[in-house]
Every structure is written in C-alpha cells, then in structure tokens.
C-alpha cells in the first residue's frame, strides 16, 4: 500500500459484560466508536454530553448515559477511550485517524469534496455510470 496519509485505525472490539476496555488513541486524530451489538458506556463518569452520538433519529435528544446498538459516539481530543458494559455485552468498531482537512459536500450516501462533484456523482448515478470498472493507476 502507498499514499496512505490518514493513518487509520479500525478495530471490530467486543466487550463482554462487566468488563472495562480502554485503548489509546493518537493525538490529533479523530475517534469515534459505533455500536453493533449491545450496549454500554463510553464515559467513566457516565454523562451523555462527554461525546457526540447519533442514533436513529438525529432529532432524538435522550440523555441516557450508555449508547446503543446502532448509535455512533464521535470523541473529543484525548489520549485514549474507555468502554465500560455492565449487564449484557457491547461490540463496536473503533476508528480513528488523521483528518484529511478537506472541504466536504454531502448529501444521502455520496460524500464529495465539493457541491459541483457532488452534483456530478448523482447525474452519473442516475446514468448508471458511477461506479467504474477498471485497474487503479
């Protein structure tokens, strides 16, 4: 592999009930957890506002401590996470790296650095010509 400048991480992690997981994280990379299976807490104090997490619903403003199958927890800066569970067991994928710093446009599934490719990957969608066939340079 070459021209990897983001340096992920991604690990699948499964944590058995009553079980502390802590790992560490890079500085300046952005870190988020999303939850697969189960559920628990991602925050030693166990407050909800300590991370971002999105649901199924992005309007749902529950303040419940754990987070759930389904939901992704986006941290802040740090030097590591913690996922603690208590009765039943949590997996999730943690992933992390460098962020790129580029302009994001985005809409639905297709993520593109501006609104002029963003608008040209939906026309190619529509065409059936966005997804290409071939051998990468």
Known sequence: MR???SD????DVSVPPRTVFSHPTRPGH????YVIAGRGFFCPERKPFTYEVEGANYFDMKTEPYVADGSLALFGEGD???AETEGEGMRFLLISGRPLK??????????MNTQEELRL????????TF?????VP
């Open 102 to 111: 580029e302009p994001v446009a985005w809409y639905g599934p297709i993520v």
């Open 121 to 128: 990957a939906f026309e190619e969608y529509e065409k059936g």
């Open 30 to 33: 952005t870190v988020f957890a």
């Open 3 to 5: 021209d990897i400048v």
């Open 131 to 135: 997804i290409k066939q071939g051998r």
């Open 80 to 82: 590591r996470i913690q």
């Open 8 to 11: 992920p991480e991604y690990l």
